[in-house]
């Protein structure tokens, strides 16, 4: 049974960094994208940004780009959200989602899995 299981999230001043971790088991995931996506109360999931794990190529959304960066440790099976210069707007339950494929789909549901989520607060 594959499982993803999030944490680092909080609470942080606006401008400020954090860091999520997402760690994946039950799988091999030589071939899995990765995917970060989040969640605004009463807003539809919207994608943050994912990675291919063969190849490591990086997409992100407009919206975070320059801000956030994603990249994984493949020996621990694990993928990174680093996020900097943090904004009120960013404010949202963050979800780690995997795909088995090489491919970057743009919608949570696509995915094959996801995490329960964490939840990231930006203070102004």
């Known amino acids: 049974q594959v499982q993803l299981v999030e944490s680092g999230g909080g609470v942080v001043q606006a401008g400020g960094s954090m860091r999520l971790s997402c760690v994946a088991s039950g799988g091999s995931f030589g071939w899995w994208t990765m995917g970060w996506f989040r969640q605004a109360p009463g807003k539809e999931a919207e994608f943050v940004a994912a990675?291919?794990?063969?190849?490591?190529?990086?997409s992100y959304a407009d919206s975070v780009k320059d801000r956030f960066t994603i990249y994984r440790v493949n020996a621990k099976d694990t993928v990174y959200l680093q996020m900097t210069n943090l904004k009120p707007e960013d404010t949202a339950v963050y979800y780690c989602?995997?795909?088995?494929?090489?491919?970057?789909?743009?919608?949570?549901?696509?995915?094959?899995?996801r995490g329960q989520g964490t939840q990231v607060t930006v203070s102004s």
């Open positions: 990675i291919t794990w063969h190849t490591a190529r990086a």
């Open positions: 989602a995997a795909d088995w494929s090489d491919t970057v789909p743009p919608l949570i549901d696509e995915y094959d899995y």
